[in-house]
Structure formats: C-alpha cells, structure tokens
C-alpha cells in the first residue's frame, strides 16, 4: 500500500481530531479509522476532497473529507451562501428553497443547509418533507428565489447521496455561475462554516417552512399541461400501476393522475413507503427491468393498460407496457422521449393549440426520429448537450418570443412544461396516461403508438454501448482512445460509408469531401459522432462521472409494417455488432 497516500491521510484524520468543529461521534470514527490496520476506510475516507463540480456534490455517505457528510454539505452552502451574497449584494432579501429526497441524511443534510444558509443572512424556504426536485425547481422561481439545493443522488445505489445546486431561472447551475460556485465551495474550511447546526430553529425569522401551499400550486400548473382532457373523461377507468420506489414520487404522483381524472390508479403498496435502503429493489432505478419488476407484477395480476414507475427524487419515468402478444416489455429512453414529442405535436395540431412559433428540444446523443417528426410537422427542433441544464438554457434563451412545448433524453428524463427547468416525472407520469387514455380510445395500447411512429417516420434501434476502464491507466485509455478516433476516424460503419463526422471538441463538422461547417454550441465538449449513408449514427464520449467511455449506436432499418419490427430490430442488431467489431469493442 503507498505509504505516502496513508501518510497523507493520516494528517488529515488528524485535522479533524485537532478541531473543535468536529462532533464526538465524528471524531471517533476517525479513531477507529487511524487505529485501524487495515487502512482502506481511511485512505476511502480521506485520500481526496469530495469535489464540488458543476453538477454540485454527489458521493458515498460516511466520515471524512471525500464523504457526503455534514461538513462537506456544509462546506458547499457556505461557499454558495458566500456566491449568492457577492452576486445578488444590491438585494434586500437573498432567499433559497431547500428540497430533499427520501434517502438516508437527506433531511438532515437539508436542516444542515436550511441553517447555514440563516446564518448567513439568506432567507430559507425549507420543505417539510422530501418532494420531487421538479418541485423544487418550480418553487424558485414561483418564490422569486435567487437559488435553490435539493439533497439527492438520483437513482445511485442506497449507499450515496448528492447535493444539486440551481440558480434564479430554476435550472441546474451554468456557466459562469458554476465556476464561481465551485471556486467559493474550494476555499471554505470546516472553521468557516457559519451556523452549523443539525437541527433547524423553528423561531427563526429567515426559515420559512413550505409544503401544501406550493404542492397545490405546482399540481394544478401540472394540470395545465393537459392536451385532451374529453379522451380522459372517456377513458377515466385506464388501469394505471405506479410506483415511486421508495420515493418522492409518492407525495404527487397518484395525486396529480386524480386530478387528471383518472380513477382507477394502483400503486405497488411495498414501494409506497419512504425508505432510503430501498429495500425492494437491487438499485432504485427505473431503467433497470429489475426495479419495475413487483409493478410489472401487480400489473399482470390486475391486467393493467400501462406500468408507471418514477425514481427516488422523481425526475426521471420509466415505463412498461404490453406488446402485440400481451407481454410486458420495458419501452426505453428514446422510445420514451419519442412517444411524448409524437403525441404531444400530433394532438396540439388536432385541437389547433398551435401558434406556430413552438419549439422541441432533445440531446446530441437521442434519437433523430425525433427531428423526422418535428420537421414533418414544421416545429423546430433544437438539439443541445446532454443534461437537463441544457435544455433550460433552451428554453430560458427563447422565454417570451417561442413557445417550448416539449423536450428530453434518452435517461429517462422529459419535461413538458417550461414552468419547471429540469426533467420532471410528475408531468410526465400525467401526460403519460393521458397518451394511454387517447391510445385506449382508437382501440391500441402504447406499444400500437410505437409501432405506428415507426412505420411513419421510420425505424431505428438505439443501444448503448459501455466501454469500462478503471483506474488511472483506464483514464489513459480511454484518452488514448478518444485520440484514435480523432486522428484515425471511421470510413465505413457496418458496410456503409460515413457521410458526416461531428467533433464538439473543435465545434466543427466534416462531411465525405472534406468540407466543414461550424457547430453552433454554447462550449466545447469531448463529443464525437459518426452519420452514415443508410442513416445511422454513432455518438461517442467519456462518461463524466464513471471510469467508462460510452458509445451511443442508433441503427436505421426498415420497417413496412408494424409486424415487421421484431425482423427490423434483428437487422438493427446484426449492424450493432458490426459496428462494434469495427471499432475494435
């Protein structure tokens, strides 16, 4: 083992002995740590600082500097409180809303930051309980707030936690606020920390609690978004089964599909209860087919027409219908994402709800049906990186001159509504039944709407591709490999020639004959994509947050009729492995 690192880490165990700041429980914890021989905990604990990056904190929870634990989460509001009071100086009142999931410490975390925040002069808007962090997107700008935090990590395993932190627009921090934030969060120690304290003070005049109040606000601007309110009238009695896996989602999601009109919603009562070991689930994550499996479950025991599922902090919906043979398949991101765009254009035009001046947005690396149905409907469609904050940048770039009706990723995140600046499963889950609802009543499930999109507009089959590589001499590989591509790109992908090469890193794009044009992007970002003549694309990147490179394949085929996918998606894939054996995966 590197005695250098353990010596490292050692002094910074010792730092935290030395100071008063540090809590007894906290500080004999890093005893046992120092007096321990096996010194893995500690070097985990201690051998690097937990970064605060653009997306804010996101990490294991547990004892030391590289741990989710009240003195990083501290250490974060401080240097934002620090942010917020340099930026907004000419404002008489700076406020925040604090948000939280429904995992282990995020209400603690929350009481933590409410606190600091206080001490610092920031007026707190502090949830009672864990909500949606769409909700809490909603609430800044519906307070008039200058920033907001939700304590989540997602759907990561029981194990973490994460801290996001958003600005005056109700979106994801960007640029340059990010780097200011990350630089302030960089200088604060654990003695800077103001109001420290890990429960809230009730009598404080600048924490203020909120819950129903805005719960009846957000819900009924969530009713808004609704297309066709007759086609759910109609079809009142769709059987819906939902599940919040543990989560948020439970505190408006069944809520907000009643106020829809719908009345015959079942949800996966071992799921309904708020628990952040999520003890049902091998990860809380609705992408996986595992996560979904009891509602799959109590779907086929009551022959339900839709599966709805939503992650812990119910941003992100995954879902699940029945197939041309009656079994429950797992409909995926792109899938996702296109059915919403579809139905969400195609029924605008037939209530003539159009102006003509709307506008959808999706990701590099999603599926370009997309762009066949907005273009075959004259809407634009805007293309943007990957993430939510992006797609805000969008939205907020346009605020009062084009109307956004509609945007999303192939991670399960959509969000239909621009009230709200980040992915948000509770309007999704509602217009999601609606869509079921409109299908119920032509006679087709949610599969038949898939099918039909496909043969209109064509078929393709999406499938990612993870290229693991750990460690620091993965790091180099995968650097090395990004360089190849760049110096060597492909010719020819699965037998057909590659018409167009796509670098955000240079924002230029190459076609065949060597002309380029200039990419029109906010930033630079180490993204590559590969177009081929018969219509596939091949999108390569770096994961940002896990030791991998990450290859997004999306194969064109045909598709004639809507008993032709099952041969459509076996073409697809015999090119999916061409492709890959091409690149050398």
């Known amino acids: 083992m590197d005695v250098e690192l353990i010596k490292s880490c050692e002094a910074k165990a010792q730092a935290w002995l030395a100071s008063s700041v540090y809590d007894a429980e906290t500080q004999a914890e890093v005893r046992k740590m120092l007096e321990n021989e096996d010194k893995t905990e500690l070097i985990e604990g201690f051998y690097k600082n937990l970064e605060f990056g653009t997306g804010g904190l996101r990490g294991i929870m547990g004892v030391g500097t590289n741990r989710m634990n009240i003195y990083t989460v501290g250490a974060a509001t401080q240097g934002l409180s620090n942010y917020l009071n340099k930026n907004f100086k000419d404002l008489e009142q700076i406020s925040v809303v604090v948000g939280h999931d429904c995992r282990n410490n995020s209400r603690l975390f929350a009481e933590v930051s409410a606190n600091i925040f206080a001490a610092n002069g920031i007026k707190v808007y502090l949830f009672d309980d864990m909500r949606p962090t769409p909700e809490m997107s909603f609430a800044i700008r519906h307070l008039g707030c200058q920033s907001g935090i939700i304590l989540t990590a997602s759907h990561n395993p029981k194990e973490y936690n994460g801290y996001k932190a958003y600005w005056d627009d109700g979106a994801q921090v960007l640029a340059p606020h990010d780097k200011g934030i990350i630089d302030e969060v960089n200088k604060v120690t654990a003695e800077d920390i103001k109001g420290l304290c890990t429960t809230v003070d009730a009598s404080n005049p600048l924490i203020q609690i909120i819950g129903k109040d805005v719960d009846d606000v957000y819900l009924e601007k969530i009713k808004g ?251 180099d590989e995968i650097k090395a490999m990004m360089q190849q591509f760049r110096q060597n790109p492909p010719t020819q992908l699965a037998g057909s020639p590659v018409v167009l090469v796509k670098d955000y890193q240079t924002l230029k794009a190459t076609d065949a004959e060597g002309r380029q044009v200039d990419l029109d992007f906010p930033e630079t970002s180490n993204v590559l994509q590969w177009y081929t003549a018969d219509g596939s694309k091949i999108s390569v990147r770096p994961s940002g947050t896990e030791p991998k490179i990450k290859f997004y394949m999306e194969i064109a085929s045909e598709m004639g009729c809507p008993k032709c996918y099952e041969r459509a998606t076996a073409s697809a894939m015999e090119k999916v492995e061409a492709i890959k054996k091409d690149l050398g995966l």
């Open 225 to 475: 978004i609704c297309i066709d309110p007759e086609v759910i009238q109609r079809q009142k009695d769709l059987k819906i089964v939902y599940t919040p896996i543990h989560g948020t989602g439970m505190m408006l999601i069944p809520r907000s599909l009643k106020m829809w009109g719908f009345e015959n919603v079942h949800t996966v009562p071992e799921q309904m209860i708020k628990d952040g070991n999520f003890p049902t689930v091998i990860s809380p994550n609705p992408e996986n087919a595992e996560a979904l499996s009891m509602a799959i479950d109590l779907a086929k025991r009551i022959d339900a027409d839709i599966v709805m599922a939503s992650d812990p902090d119910a941003d992100r919906v995954g879902m699940a219908c029945k197939n041309s043979d009656g079994e429950w398949v797992l409909v995926n991101g792109n899938q996702t994402c296109m059915i919403f765009l579809y139905y969400i254009i195609k029924n605008r035009i037939a209530m003539g709800k159009m102006k003509g001046n709307e506008f959808v947005v999706k990701t590099i690396v999603t599926t370009e049906l997309i762009k066949a149905i907005a273009d075959k409907n004259n809407v634009e469609m805007l293309d943007c990186y990957t993430g939510f904050k992006w797609i805000a940048r969008e939205i907020r770039l346009r605020e009062g001159v084009k109307q956004y009706i509609g945007g999303g990723e192939e991670s399960y995140g959509f969000l239909a509504q621009d009230f709200v600046r980040d992915k948000d499963a509770v309007s999704a889950c509602s217009l999601l039944a609606e869509i079921c609802a409109w299908a119920k009543d032509q006679g087709k499930t949610l599969f038949d709407v898939l099918m039909d999109i496909y043969v209109e507009y064509g078929y393709t089959l999406n499938q990612t591709v993870n290229v693991v590589k750990p460690g620091k001499s993965g790091a």
